[in-house]
């Protein structure tokens, strides 16, 4: 849409140009002329804009912006000069005016560009998917990353079925890092519309942006991405040097996913909500939990979540099924001794699913740098009472989430392929809704495959 509307732009200031070389050239007609295809452009803008299909509407602002107070000042400047100036349009500066002009209007669209015209999916269930969200304050906990010694605070989002009556199964959906809430809408709004309950965490700090009770904007916190950037580099950091870095993030995480379930299975106990909520609409989420089966739940969510979802299925005795989309089960390692990193030899109890994709690491030298780390998702499933691992080939990291659908352009700096991702983000929520529907509802068969 972006470039469409680019595209019609530069061809109504090329137009405009064209005039200035013609009997239209005189100042006052190109005053005129001005108005007209600013107003055009303005009107051509808007009605693009306002077209049903077009979703994420943000992304015109700034560009309608523009244009329009070029249409105003262009009308002003008529008003006050066409009947006093007289002579020719200068035709060297209609050519300038008309490259700026166009240049101007191209960096104000740059989040057309950047983002896509995405809606989600179309999904497979009876349900129509509503949403409503908080904020839970955990007074129990300071936020290491603020200065000021508040609590810390963990935005839930949740997508239910609207309308339904009974009662349905809880899934917790945990972001990767510097990700976001609706990392994973698709998937979400695929599992509420089959008769789920989902609620996708921020975690502050650790998440893209998100917001805070008092409304303030909070960002990911730039010590948390030199951490993230430094592990990636084998060459200066040690497999006990992941270990010690990556455990602070897990306790966060996790302690951030149990207080949110801890506090919906309260509110489901006490058939109210404590004041650690904070919605516009506490009503509203309240109806949500009691629509709750808290004695199905499940956990999962992608890369750093991924993992943090596992660590729970390890530590809390509710978690009945586990998936891990692309993330390294962290919380698998159980320490370091002589230098040496050792993994958790004992049975893992909940059904784990993970999906993923072939490792980057191929030769000797990386795979011992690696350490405990390598084949660590692998010795997982090994060694789970239920475990099982599907691949799919050819993707990147972030092509688990629906960022290539949402950002294109973000989804290639950040590694992803050149695939079908529409394709790619039908069939891997078709797996995790087989996957819930087994062992959360005791429904269907498990049709997996490992490799896709």
Not at 228 to 233: C, E, P, S
Not at 296 to 308: K, P
Request: glycine residues 8%.
């Amino acid at each position: 849409m972006g470039t469409t509307f680019l595209i019609l732009f530069a061809a109504a200031e090329i137009a405009l140009v064209v005039m200035t070389f013609t009997k239209f050239g005189e100042k006052a007609a190109w005053l005129k002329n001005r108005v007209i295809v600013r107003a055009i452009e303005t009107a051509l803008l808007l009605g693009l804009v306002l077209l049903p299909v077009v979703h994420l509407k943000w992304r015109f602002i700034a560009a309608l912006a523009v244009v329009a107070i070029r249409f105003i000042f262009a009308g002003i400047s008529w008003l006050i000069g066409h009947k006093k100036i007289n002579g020719m349009k200068k035709k060297a500066w209609s050519v300038v005016n008309c490259v700026l002009s166009t240049i101007l209007v191209a960096v104000s669209l740059m989040p057309a560009f950047i983002f896509a015209n995405y809606n989600g999916l179309p999904t497979t269930g009876n349900y129509t998917v509503a949403q409503v969200s908080s904020i839970l304050v955990d007074e129990s906990r300071t936020d290491t990353y603020e200065n000021d010694g508040s609590f810390r605070e963990i935005p839930a989002h949740f997508f239910y079925p609207e309308g339904a009556s009974g009662e349905f199964p809880l899934v917790v959906f945990s972001h990767g890092a510097f990700g976001y809430y609706q990392s994973n809408f698709s998937t979400y709004a695929e599992l509420a519309s089959n008769g789920y309950v989902v609620v996708a965490l921020d975690h502050p700090h650790h998440a893209f942006f998100t917001k805070d009770t008092s409304g303030k904007t909070i960002i990911v916190d730039s010590q948390f991405i030199n951490d993230a950037a430094m592990i990636q580099n084998m060459d200066i950091v040690s497999a006990e040097d992941i270990f010690n870095i990556t455990n602070e993030w897990m306790n966060l995480r996790c302690d951030d996913i149990s207080f949110v379930i801890d506090s919906i299975e309260a509110a489901r106990s006490d058939d109210q909500l404590s004041s650690a909520w904070h919605s516009e609409n506490n009503e509203l989420v309240m109806n949500v939990i009691k629509s709750i089966d808290t004695d199905h739940i499940g956990c999962m969510g992608h890369s750093l979540g991924g993992a943090a979802s596992i660590e729970l299925g390890r530590t809390r005795n509710d978690i009945d099924a586990v998936i891990d989309l692309d993330g390294t089960a962290l919380g698998e390692v159980e320490g370091f001794k002589n230098g040496k990193g050792f993994a958790d030899e004992t049975v893992y109890p909940v059904p784990v699913l993970v999906i993923g994709r072939k490792t980057d690491y191929n030769n000797e030298e990386e795979l011992q740098k690696l350490d405990v780390y390598n084949n660590l998702t692998e010795h997982l499933v090994e060694n789970a009472a239920d475990g099982k691992i599907a691949i799919f080939s050819g993707v990147g990291h972030m092509d688990f989430t629906d960022l290539p659908l949402f950002s294109p352009f973000l989804s290639k700096m950040l590694g992803g392929q050149d695939i079908d991702n529409e394709a790619m983000m039908n069939t891997l929520n078709g797996i995790v809704l087989d996957w819930f529907n087994y062992y959360l509802k005791n429904e269907g068969e498990l049709q997996i495959k490992a490799e896709y």
